[in-house]
């Protein structure tokens, strides 16, 4: 019985995640908005976040666990949920009530630690890697079978339940020598044995079938994908076999273009800059520069501009090649700083809602090689704020809702059909079927 509730405990958690996030939320409201209403209310959310972290922490310790999931990040996310639990029982005692404005932010930090854990225990620690697995920028005449094409197909497939972290069967594929080496049942490939190679057998299976792998649910390999294993488990399943050794009359090689194409348009082509250091990142902050890391292990990030002057753009200089998306808001964009944003040449997102260029301001967006969305909501300005003759190759998605540049998108965009233009202002018909009226006769 107990390990049947315990079993529920993947559906409980996310109690305590809604309850806490909408105390935390009402408590913001009410600080810079006091409202009686509110504040009648968190005494009864606060009992809601304690219930439903105590249950939610009560399943996960007698939840079956199994030797699939890594212990020392199984034990630290047990702690941070009985973490949570005492801090969420300690906001009910009204003699620590001057201690709560700590309480609220304790809570939150413990429920983002909690909720981290428990994601990379279901999902695998990679799931929330978002640099690229492979260490090849692109597939060359010297890449490996393995490392250029099989690699990639098992870290989209299989690695987020079959890493360190977690490891369902005891299998680990996120390394050569542990996929080799196979899991609880043995090996799962063999050399030049399909009929023993349960990684390639499993995919033939009927999505149905309990031993069909992937599970039903997830992304599924193509028929392309299920060959190109086929072709590197007859030919030896090595680790060192070339792409160039594949004879070109071979009829793999039409499915691994097919593969390949598609893993190219997935793989990162910046290289791995040095890291910024803790100073300049302080410097930029005093500024009004924030900077979001996007990718930790290659060193790319957001940068959130706020309150700027044009004489601050110059400490921009040295970050340009490291801004990969850059985000400004009700601000005034000035030629200067036009000048700055074609200058980043990585730059792949340009958000700039609800500002104004002033009438000087040029943006050639032409130039912006590497852009792939290009966000101008209700920003406002004239056409000749813009170049747009030609957009850039890359350009995949524009938003113009209540833009003043919606209508010059528009004739240029013929030209365009594979990039999608958002207009926003979207309305959900009313159906004679829906209930909204009710006519009596």
Not at 3 to 23: A, C, Q, R, S, W
Not at 56 to 82: C, N, Q
Not at 179 to 191: D, E, N, R, T, Y
Request: aromatic fraction near 8%; hydrophobic fraction near 40%; charged fraction near 20%.
């Amino acid at each position: 019985m107990s390990e049947f509730i315990g079993k529920f405990h993947p559906l409980v958690v996310h109690l305590p995640i809604g309850f806490i996030v909408l105390t935390l939320i009402l408590k913001i409201l009410d600080t810079y908005r006091p409202n009686l209403h509110i504040q009648a209310l968190l005494p009864i959310l606060l009992k809601l976040c304690f219930g439903s972290v105590l249950i939610a922490t009560l399943t996960g310790y007698i939840m079956p666990k199994g030797s699939d999931f890594d212990e020392t990040l199984l034990d630290r996310h047990f702690w941070s949920g009985v973490a949570l639990s005492v801090i969420s029982f300690l906001m009910l005692i009204p003699q620590l009530t001057k201690w709560h404005k700590y309480g609220y932010w304790l809570m939150g930090i413990s429920i983002t630690v909690a909720g981290h854990l428990g994601g990379s225990l279901t999902h695998g620690e990679l799931f929330f890697n978002l640099s690229n697995q492979n260490d090849e920028n692109s597939l060359t005449k010297n890449g490996t079978v393995y490392q250029d094409v099989i690699y990639p197909i098992l870290h989209d497939k299989c690695i987020t339940c079959h890493n360190n972290a977690k490891s369902k069967g005891g299998l680990k594929m996120h390394e050569y020598d542990l996929l080799m080496k196979g899991g609880k049942s043995g090996q799962v490939v063999i050399a030049k044995d399909l009929d023993k190679s349960e990684l390639y057998l499993r995919m033939l299976l009927p999505e149905s079938d309990e031993h069909h792998m992937p599970p039903k649910g997830k992304t599924q390999p193509t028929t392309q994908e299920i060959a190109l294993i086929k072709w590197w488990i007859e030919n030896g399943a090595d680790k060192s076999i070339l792409v160039a050794d594949i004879p070109k009359d071979d009829p793999i090689v039409q499915s691994l273009s097919l593969v390949t194409s598609d893993i190219s348009q997935k793989k990162t082509s910046l290289p791995r800059l040095e890291p910024l250091s803790i100073t300049v990142r302080n410097k930029l902050s005093d500024q009004g520069f924030t900077l979001v890391p996007i990718d930790k292990e290659l060193n790319y990030y957001k940068l959130i501009i706020s309150k700027f002057e044009n004489k601050d753009l110059k400490e921009l200089d040295d970050l340009k090649p490291y801004i990969l998306e850059l985000q400004i808001g009700n601000e005034t964009i000035t030629p200067q700083f036009c000048e700055t944003i074609t200058s980043l040449p990585n730059l792949l997102k340009l958000k700039l809602a609800n500002s104004t260029f002033e009438k000087e301001s040029i943006l050639n967006i032409e130039n912006m090689a590497q852009l792939e969305m290009l966000n101008l909501v209700g920003t406002k300005g004239v056409n000749d704020n813009l170049k747009i003759s030609n957009l850039p190759p890359n350009l995949k998605s524009i938003f113009l809702y209540k833009s003043d540049f919606y209508n010059m998108f528009l004739p240029i965009m013929k030209k365009y059909p594979k990039i999608t233009v958002d207009t926003g202002g979207y309305i959900v018909p009313i159906l004679e079927t829906d209930t909204t009226y009710l006519t009596i006769e």
